[in-house]
């Protein structure tokens, strides 16, 4: 099966719920910023692969677990909200969220306390983890102006009255609520992975010295 | 395997023993398993039925479709499934099925699963490959059949059969509008049929899966 059909060569790309939309699209941008971490992932995954003191097994599967669960979040952001193709969707759960704190605190708890803006570097694995925690922050953003645009608006009351939103448009909000809420728990754990990561490998932090 | 059935000089239809417990919705397929190699089937039974059914086009030289080719009845095949997002999402637009060669697999099981009042494109080269034809004009509120080898002299004077390809029947004869488009078949198809769309049938919704 060929994986290109030139569908896309004019600009224009298939939602997963059907739609033709152009490429710089709201929701095209999102989850294209979601492809662009999960590939930084992949090459943090390898960088910790490659540890000269070995990655830990926990963490490879830690980090595929990640991309996983950044896959579910995309087919999303790539729904129209209330489409027949939202049902089969896999939901994103708060316990997925837990997962990432429980995660943040086994690390930060052998890590020594911050008092100030650290300098982003050090070994392979960190510097891929302060990449990945930047495209994080990006991919945020754009999920977060997704949100607004798509569920925040307000219509002029001279407009009319606004209709009551479907059981699935309100699932819709919700999910996309609880991706930026893990955005933002992966960010903090790409930045206490990254120290984390320098810690194994005997890298001290460098605190930012203006 | 249970039968084989050959459809066409160019595709063959496979019966496979269903397991307990496989649960599938009609568009999906499964994923055959070969000696390291793998491809994928859509079913052609609907989700009710007692075995499975997969329509397979006929290759010769290595490969899983001919591995197929040659099964004897009783012969195990190892797949795993089901697989895919290609189904039937209603909608108050109209759809439009589109499919070339074995592409027709999914919408075989969608009709036999139920689906009634769609409009279906089936090109092929000639009136011999137009398998599953008869059951699926029965199932549509439209069929046609859009065939490119010249020579169908029979084909000529019936609305059923067009004398070209699926995507210069949607330019000529679809009235410009916005329908639920399904494409399924050839890599060619889709991207002018999705390129058509975008030019054609602004607002519409596209949903593909390119089998070659």
């Known amino acids: ?210 | 395997m249970l039968a084989r059935r050959q459809l066409s000089p160019r595709a063959f239809e496979l019966e496979l023993a269903r397991p307990p417990d496989f649960a599938f919705v009609a568009g999906q397929h499964i994923r055959v398993h070969w000696e390291g190699r793998e491809r994928d089937y859509s079913l052609v039974s609907a989700p009710a039925q007692a075995t499975l059914a997969l329509c397979v086009g006929q290759v010769t030289g290595p490969g899983v479709a001919a591995a197929l080719g040659q099964l004897d009845v009783g012969d195990g095949v190892t797949f795993s499934g089901p697989h895919g997002h290609f189904i039937f999402k209603p909608s108050a637009r109209p759809a439009v099925l589109v499919a070339t060669g074995t592409g027709i697999a999914p919408f075989v099981a969608m009709a036999r699963a139920g689906l009634r009042g769609f409009t279906l494109l089936q090109g092929a080269r000639d009136a011999g490959d137009l398998y599953y034809a008869e059951e699926l004009a029965a199932a549509a509120h439209t069929y046609v059949a859009c065939l490119t080898r010249s020579g169908s002299v029979a084909a000529a004077s019936d609305p059923a059969f067009f004398r070209g390809r699926v995507t210069e029947f949607m330019r000529t004869h679809l009235a410009p509008g916005r329908y639920d488009f399904y494409l399924c078949g050839g890599s060619a198809m889709i991207r002018n049929a999705t390129l058509l769309v975008d030019e054609r049938f602004v607002g519409s919704l596209v949903f593909s899966e390119t089998f070659f």
Not at chain 1, 122 to 139: E, L
Not at chain 1, 178 to 195: E, H, K, P, T
Request: include cysteine; charged fraction near 20%.
């Open chain 1, 1 to 210: 099966m060929r994986i290109y059909t030139g569908g896309g060569d004019r600009g224009r790309t298939s939602l997963f719920s059907g739609e033709r939309v152009a490429k710089h699209d709201r929701r095209i941008e999102a989850y294209g910023d979601l492809d662009e971490l999960n590939s930084v992932l992949g090459a943090l995954a390898a960088a910790l692969g490659d540890a000269p003191a070995g990655g830990p097994a926990e963490l490879g599967s830690e980090i595929e677990r990640i991309q996983s669960d950044l896959l579910q979040a995309g087919a999303w952001l790539a729904t129209t909200p209330g489409s027949t193709a939202q049902a089969s969707l896999l939901e994103v759960t708060p316990h997925l969220i837990a997962g990432l704190e429980a995660a943040i605190d086994r690390m930060d708890a052998e890590l020594e306390p911050l008092h100030g803006f650290i300098l982003p570097g050090g070994s392979p694995s960190a510097c891929w983890a302060h990449v990945a925690r930047t495209v994080c922050r990006r991919a945020e953003r754009r999920v977060v102006g997704l949100v607004d645009a798509v569920h925040g608006a307000h219509p002029a009351p001279e407009l009319g009255e606004v209709p009551a939103p479907t059981p699935a448009d309100r699932q819709a909000r919700e999910q996309l609520g609880l991706i930026v809420i893990y955005l933002n728990r992966l960010s903090d754990y790409l930045f206490v992975l990254a120290r984390h990561c320098n810690r194994r490998a005997g890298v001290p932090d460098r605190p930012w010295a203006p």
